[in-house]
């Protein structure tokens, strides 16, 4: 049973870092992508970072120079570093898990999404 575990969000002032954490568990077998996203009700999820298991990452150009991803492959686990929060960044982050090889046969996993406030 493949399953997403979200942590780290909370509130901070403008200025301020949040690092936000996202772990894959259960049983699955090779790579797999981990995309950080984020919503502000009514409008749809923006992906914001994503990473492999291998390395690769990409970061959305609108948070690029402030939010970084890194991943621990051994703990199947990424990391976004959220540095010099503005408020527009408040908002729910979610994160994705793609491209997985499980027992089911479904290939995506959601997390339950992790609340992030900036103000001040």
């Known amino acids: 049973h493949v399953q997403i575990r979200e942590s780290g969000g909370g509130s901070v002032q403008p200025g301020g870092s949040l690092r936000l954490s996202c772990t894959l568990s259960?049983?699955?077998?090779?790579?797999?992508?981990l995309t950080w996203y984020r919503q502000i009700p009514p409008y749809p999820r923006d992906v914001v970072a994503s990473?492999?298991?291998?390395?690769?990452?990409r970061i959305a150009d609108s948070v690029k120079g402030r939010f970084d991803i890194s991943i621990d492959a051994a703990r199947n686990t990424a990391t976004l570093q959220m540095n010099d929060l503005k408020t527009e960044d408040t908002a729910t982050y979610y994160c994705?898990?793609?491209?997985?090889?499980?027992?089911?046969?479904?290939?995506?996993?959601w997390g339950q999404g992790t609340q992030v406030t900036v103000a001040s």
């Open positions: 259960g049983i699955f077998f090779g790579s797999y992508t």
């Open positions: 990473i492999t298991k291998e390395g690769s990452s």
């Open positions: 994705k898990a793609s491209g997985v090889a499980s027992l089911t046969g479904a290939t995506e996993y």
